[in-house]
């Protein structure tokens, strides 16, 4: 099944031939038309027009732990897993009306450029560095060996053949700079969906075809009858997979924690607006909150189809590794049943999904050595050539480490949308609470910053072993507690951030007001007149909660 026909490569090579190409025109062309070398290829300022800005935004969130894993969820959870995509429309509204304008407002260029600003270098450098290794040993490796297992399993490579061609690739494109990185997302996003789209009608049509049916809205239909149970998008505590998403919490708690640190205090996505005026950023955004409501038909769907094929016997042992169930197989099954030509489109919306993520990683890893580190502490005169030469070396030496550390990291054990999950999640609650009270409280002081970065993660890491320590069934009744199974009950995760974001809070204000108080740097401009916003946005932005309070009534 795994067999890459002559067409499916030269589909491929089309794709690989036209993304290179694109990339290399688009560098020429722009090259020396901006005014700092620096902020040209790191931010691409005033260059990236609304729609490049929300494909690069969606381009480089989504890759292989989406199309690997949230498909994986698809299969062992159902709809409720696409939770994560729909909140990210929301809170890209958000970001776009109360993030961006105080980013843009101060020159806010990177995330510790932000905390030198508000709370000095200290914290600023801190959490630069701990950026830079979360980056480098979590995400960039997640991304690129997933990336390569996945591609592996569609065209029966080499998986460490494939790391290599998937660094190369994106080290290609992330040399030219986030120009050249923002243009070429347009034409990976265009890959992603029509591909993604295409293997998802494929799976339809095979779910139809259990009932003598066909089409892809007869396999929607037979899919309701076959996994109904699949498309439950708020999970009750009885569920046994309440520990991952735990009912309300996945829309009134833990969930906007994630997506509020992710999307708004995450270098590797801001950066794609920070280099453009409000309005065209605020665009940007709104356009990539609409992408996003397509993606759970993309990374979603296609996991629960394949859960109705494996139901009925159509795969197989195709979903078992050893013996036992792997709902990461989900994906990677459906997609070496497509026919030749078709795998060569999904194989590039794949490849797509994978590259434009590692290029985006790896810029933002250049981004913030060269602008916090480098210049800031190595090299205070450095000329803006000699910063754009260090933030290319930087790329090199980045994807150089993942690539000889990523198969050693027990990705593929932990799943990798977990791996993620799990080693971010430790320190996005203090992360989020050290920027919306830098935003929006004037009287937090550095003492609390620092609080927020090692309180954060060590109330983190107590919530964790807690269960192990004491017995949490007191927390049962009002569900932030359930029982694993063993008779233990464990908090789950994104309670755990939930809890440990308002603790954080509370630790801060109380650090801030009782503690001697230290005046920034420089400090920040916010008013309200900020977060004023245009016609067209708020019926942009109504529209998406209109969906999204549709999707959520029917689906409850």
């Not at 589909?11 to 040209?40: C, E, M, N, P």
């Not at 998802?200 to 076959?226: M, N, P």
């Not at 890491?461 to 049962?476: E, H, Q, S, T, Y």
């Not at 464990?490 to 951030?497: A, G, Q, S, T």
């Amino acid at each position: 099944m795994n067999h890459f026909s002559t067409l499916d490569t030269l589909v491929f090579l089309f794709y690989f031939v036209v993304i290179s190409g694109y990339g290399l025109w688009v560098y020429r062309k722009k090259k020396g038309t901006s005014g700092q070398a620096s902020h040209d290829y790191f931010l691409a300022e005033g260059s990236l027009t609304w729609w490049a800005i929300g494909a690069s935004l969606i381009a480089s969130n989504i890759s292989a732990e989406q199309f690997i894993g949230m498909s994986g969820s698809g299969y062992k959870i159902g709809m409720a897993i696409a939770v994560y995509e729909l909140m990210a429309a929301a809170t890209l509204v958000i970001v776009a009306v109360f993030f961006m304008p105080v980013y843009l407002k101060n020159k806010i260029y990177t995330m510790p450029q932000f905390l030198e600003q508000r709370y000095g270098k200290a914290v600023a450098t801190t959490m630069a560095l701990f950026w830079l290794g979360l980056y480098v040993v979590v995400n960039l490796t997640s991304i690129l060996y997933l990336g390569a297992l996945a591609i592996s399993s569609v065209a029966g490579l080499n998986v460490f053949a494939c790391m290599i061609f998937l660094a190369v690739f994106a080290a290609i494109i992330t040399l030219g700079g986030m120009k050249v990185i923002g243009y070429t997302d347009v034409i990976q996003v265009l890959c992603l969906v029509v591909g993604g789209l295409v293997t998802t009608w494929i799976a339809l049509d095979l779910v139809a075809a259990l009932g003598g049916k066909h089409g892809s809205l007869a396999g929607a239909s037979e899919l309701f009858v076959r996994a109904g149970e699949h498309f439950d998008m708020v999970l009750s505590r009885d569920n046994p997979n309440y520990m991952d998403l735990p009912g309300l919490s996945t829309l009134i708690g833990g969930m906007w924690i994630v997506n509020l640190n992710y999307w708004g205090c995450n270098q590797y996505i801001t950066q794609r607006a920070l280099g453009a005026d409000l309005k065209t950023a605020r665009k940007g955004l709104l356009f990539a909150a609409f992408l996003k409501l397509l993606m759970p038909v993309i990374v979603v769907l296609p996991g629960i189809a394949a859960f109705a094929l494996d139901k009925s016997g159509a795969l197989g042992d195709s979903m078992r590794v050893g013996g036992e169930l792997n709902p990461d197989r989900a994906y990677p099954t459906l997609l070496a049943m497509l026919p030749s030509g078709i795998k060569g489109i999904a194989f590039a919306a794949l490849t797509a999904a994978v590259v434009a993520s590692l290029a985006g990683k790896a810029n933002s890893i250049a981004t913030i050595f060269t602008l916090d580190i480098y210049k800031h502490h190595f090299n205070k005169n450095a000329t803006e050539q000699k910063m754009v030469w260090i933030g290319r070396l930087t790329v090199l030496a980045a994807i150089a480490i993942a690539v000889l550390i990523a198969p050693f990291m027990g990705i593929d054990k932990k799943g990798g949308f977990a791996y993620i999950q799990e080693y971010t999640g430790f320190v996005s609650p203090g992360i989020l609470a050290m920027f919306l009270l830098g935003f929006f409280w004037k009287k937090t002081t550095q003492a609390a910053a620092m609080f927020a970065t090692i309180g954060g993660l060590v109330f983190s890491i107590i919530l964790k072993f807690l269960p192990g320590m004491m017995n949490l069934a007191f927390l049962a009744p009002i569900g932030f507690a359930v029982d694993n199974g063993t008779g233990v009950y464990e908090i789950p995760f994104l309670d755990r951030m939930f809890i440990v974001f308002w603790v954080v809070v509370a630790g801060m204000v109380v650090i801030s007001k009782t503690g001697e108080r230290k005046a920034t740097a420089k400090p920040l401009h916010v008013d309200t007149s900020l977060f004023r916003v245009d016609g067209a946005f708020a019926l942009g932005s109504v529209v998406i909660c209109v969906l999204l309070a549709g999707i959520y009534g029917a689906w409850w």
